[in-house]
């Protein structure tokens, strides 16, 4: 059961990342328009952190288990995480902010690196998302 939750998740999250792409360059060969690589990039990423932004709400309680016992409140962390994910998934659909989206991004993903590595050395069943521990 966690292999085909594991597979389905990887799975979901390269087509969101892959489909914007090749849907705009297959589009931009038959209109004779050019290719822009840059928002079939900002699309792909907006899709992928709202799909991540939505398994915040659905899997709550194992995504929670991420972070140390010692952490207080767990829960509203896993929430506030998934509502950050989705403004960063909007910010990437305005034009205007994706310089400043992508920063955002980034610092976001390095300040919780420490909660993937906790779950990695203490073997947490991270709902559909241990796919990320395996690299350690």
Same mark, same amino acid.
Do not use: K
């Given at each position: 059961?966690?292999?085909?939750m594991?597979m389905?998740?990887?799975?979901?999250?390269?087509?969101?990342?892959?489909?914007?792409?090749t849907?705009?360059?297959?589009?931009?060969? $038959?209109m004779? #328009?050019? /290719?822009?690589?840059?928002? *079939?990039a %900002?699309i792909?990423?907006?899709?992928?952190?709202?799909?991540t932004?939505?398994?915040?709400?659905?899997?709550?309680?194992?995504?929670?288990?991420?972070?140390?016992?010692?952490?207080?409140?767990?829960?509203?962390?896993?929430?506030?995480?998934?509502?950050?994910?989705?403004?960063?998934?909007?910010?990437?659909?305005? $034009?205007?902010? #994706?310089? /400043?989206?992508?920063?955002? *991004?980034? %610092?976001?993903?390095?300040?919780?690196?420490p909660?993937?590595?906790?779950?990695a050395?203490?073997?947490?069943?991270?709902?559909?998302?241990?796919?990320v521990?395996?690299?350690?």
């Amino acid at each position: 059961m966690l292999n085909e939750m594991l597979m389905t998740a990887l799975i979901v999250m390269l087509v969101l990342i892959v489909a914007p792409y090749t849907m705009m360059r297959i589009l931009s060969a $038959r209109m004779l #328009r050019d /290719f822009n690589s840059q928002c *079939a990039a %900002a699309i792909g990423l907006a899709l992928l952190f709202f799909f991540t932004s939505g398994r915040h709400f659905m899997l709550t309680e194992p995504m929670s288990h991420m972070l140390p016992p010692w952490v207080p409140a767990r829960v509203s962390i896993t929430h506030a995480t998934g509502i950050l994910e989705f403004a960063i998934a909007l910010g990437f659909l305005v $034009r205007s902010s #994706r310089q /400043f989206t992508g920063l955002v *991004a980034v %610092a976001f993903l390095v300040l919780f690196f420490p909660a993937i590595i906790y779950a990695a050395f203490n073997y947490v069943p991270t709902g559909g998302h241990t796919w990320v521990l395996f690299i350690f």
